[in-house]
């Protein structure tokens, strides 16, 4: 007969997992007792010389620890030096606490540190002092001065009708020593919110590192501290904004857009286009000493919570690319610290030595005026920057000269080269980064704002193939610099068909969506009710021509423009690393058009129209 199996048997249940040494509370951690290395070099020494008379004492030591036997072994050892001479009982005292401790030295040395009174000396002045301390732990961050002078204000109106036994005042010193006596993690709850003091306090771990290139690649953007020039008119156009990619395995750059549009998705897809894509440095009028062979698949794209890493287009790209994205919490830039790192870096030894250079905090700036000595053009920033990045930033070690960037990516790529992209690869690639929206088939092409789209291609499809309330919607990529085409998806060739506008005049040549939106707005100015071409037209002529008075203007006065009515004109003209260098009208686009369309519009347009998403 086989034993009774007792399923409630304590002695069989499972063990409780234990915790990890790093997320063990202080309260539940194994504290281990402070050693002689704890102790200043003075108490160090004591203890050895105690430690050091003991064993003395002990070797010739035949009987107990007494005074008929301790004094003539003291007397003997001490008869040079009769004034160091310790008495019998703190000898045997200084034993005892050695035994006591299991033979650590450092129970031989004074306990300074616990000396001194441990009590209040002033007491009835508690709910005054609460008061003052409830009036420091405030948002509005008040000094301890501050709280210190409510604290004396209440007690002296208290006093007032007191006649005996008045309420003792603590000096400023006491108050302060009781402020900081507070535990630090509550202050800052209070004074800064928990995100802050959750950020001061809290355990802090480490990042699994990858473990080849293009394993963990980080994006993010920033404005640049630094004031450029249009490449032709040689005026002030603001502070661009730089969208960047970095190999964290390596350290080094994969890839950059250079823009005035505030980030958006146009912004992480042309950056990420131009990481994943071999880098072309021919047309650069500049000779580089090193290659940038820093290009390739990714395997995870770490993004931040922008509007513009959330993007459906984004998410549809990287997922067909096979490339993972990977959010980091909200407020949390400190997860992706390699790119956050090296904006730092750009900052302190690239841009600083730029005149024009701007500075994060204004109580920096002091006297400098930076659109006044900005002399740097927006083209050969871009080429100088490319320039630092391939043959500085890339050649150099890091401070803690742990790597050099580029030996780095060599090594990686060595031992497991990434995956690359041919032609048609590259071609799909860029396809999958454009702007995808879904657009109905009519008789007459595709409308996306308020522009017609048709072709013979696309009429022979209408011909050929019968559509359905279903798949007559069919889903468009756009270019957001160039909309004088679009590519269409035919299910049943499987494939995207370039269609152009219909637009006669040649408005759509070059233009990007963003200025578009922005004619739109003018043109309703001009006729509210008709949205044709013609009025399209009007409207664009009624830009160029503006722009161009300004211009003039400008070169004609002695007094500089507002950078901000200029950095306006650098979004409209498009000025960027893959655009253009200059917001210059050529002639042939300008033409005579009436004085009064525009009013004054122009200067308000960026107030209240988004970026394209």
Not at 83 to 102: E, F, G, L, M
Not at 150 to 173: F, M, R
Request: charged residues 30%; glycine residues 4%.
């Amino acid at each position: 007969m086989t034993d009774f199996f007792n399923e409630f048997d304590e002695s069989l249940a499972p063990l409780k997992p234990q915790t990890p040494t790093q997320y063990v509370k202080l309260d539940d951690a194994n504290l281990i007792k402070r050693d002689l290395d704890t102790f200043n070099d003075a108490l160090k020494s004591q203890a050895l010389q105690r430690y050091k008379l003991i064993s003395s004492i002990d070797k010739k030591l035949s009987r107990g620890w007494t005074q008929q036997n301790l004094d003539p072994i003291l007397d003997d050892l001490f008869k040079e030096n009769t004034q160091d001479r310790p008495n019998w009982r703190t000898v045997a005292r200084w034993r005892k606490k050695y035994i006591d401790s299991n033979g650590n030295i450092a129970s031989l040395a004074d306990k300074n540190h616990k000396m001194g009174n441990r009590t209040k000396r002033i007491k009835g002045d508690d709910k005054f002092f609460d008061k003052a301390l409830e009036r420091f732990l405030d948002a509005k961050r008040p000094t301890i001065a501050t709280a210190y002078q409510y604290y004396k204000d209440l007690i002296i109106i208290e006093n007032e009708n007191i006649v005996e036994g008045k309420i003792p005042i603590i000096s400023y010193t006491a108050f302060n020593k009781r402020i900081k006596a507070i535990p630090p993690y509550a202050v800052a709850v209070a004074r800064h919110g928990k995100f802050k003091a959750d950020q001061w306090f809290a355990y802090c771990s480490a990042h699994v590192p990858p473990t080849r290139i293009l394993e963990r690649v980080e994006i993010d953007h920033t404005p640049l501290d630094l004031i450029l020039l249009d490449d032709e008119l040689l005026i002030p156009i603001g502070r661009p904004y730089l969208t960047l990619l970095i190999d964290v395995f390596s350290g080094c750059v994969l890839g950059f857009h250079l823009s005035y549009k505030s980030p958006s998705y146009v912004s992480a897809a042309k950056a990420i286009t131009h990481a994943i894509k071999p880098k072309k440095l021919d047309a650069m009028s500049i000779q580089l000493q090193n290659d940038w062979p820093c290009f390739g698949k990714f395997e995870n794209l770490v993004v931040d919570n922008g509007a513009e890493f959330w993007s459906k287009n984004l998410e549809h790209a990287c997922q067909s690319a096979g490339i993972n994205i990977q959010y980091n919490p909200v407020r949390k830039p400190w997860l992706k610290p390699v790119v956050e790192r090296f904006f730092k870096v750009i900052n302190q030894y690239l841009i600083s030595e730029f005149p024009g250079k701007t500075f994060s905090n204004i109580l920096e700036k002091e006297e400098y005026n930076p659109e006044k000595d900005a002399i740097i053009r927006f083209s050969t920033f871009v080429e100088e920057f490319q320039h630092w990045i391939v043959d500085v930033y890339h050649q150099d070690s890091d401070s803690r000269e742990t790597h050099i960037p580029i030996k780095k990516w060599q090594q990686g790529y060595d031992v497991y080269p990434p995956l690359t992209m041919n032609e048609e690869d590259e071609a799909r690639f860029t396809m999958l980064m454009r702007i995808s929206d879904s657009r109905t088939l009519a008789r007459n092409g595709i409308k996306f704002e308020e522009l017609m789209y048709d072709s013979t291609a696309l009429a022979d499809y209408r011909k050929h193939y019968p559509q359905t309330k279903e798949t007559v919607k069919k889903l468009i990529k756009v270019d957001p610099d160039d909309i004088s085409k679009i590519y269409v998806y035919l299910e049943e060739l499987e494939s995207y068909l370039e269609v152009p506008c219909t637009d006669p005049t040649g408005y759509t040549d070059g233009l990007s969506i963003y200025a578009h939106k922005m004619i739109k707005k003018i043109n309703r100015e001009i006729i509210r009710e008709s949205k044709d071409v013609l009025g399209l037209s009007k409207a664009r002529m009624a830009i160029h021509e503006r722009v161009k008075q300004e211009q003039e203007f400008f070169i004609a006065s002695k007094t500089k423009s507002k950078i901000t009515a200029v950095k306006k004109q650098a979004q409209i003209a498009d000025v960027s690393n893959t655009g253009k260098g200059t917001i210059k009208i050529s002639e042939e686009k300008t033409a005579p058009v009436q004085k009064n369309i525009v009013n004054d519009t122009f200067d308000d347009w960026d107030d209240d129209l988004e970026a394209f998403e």
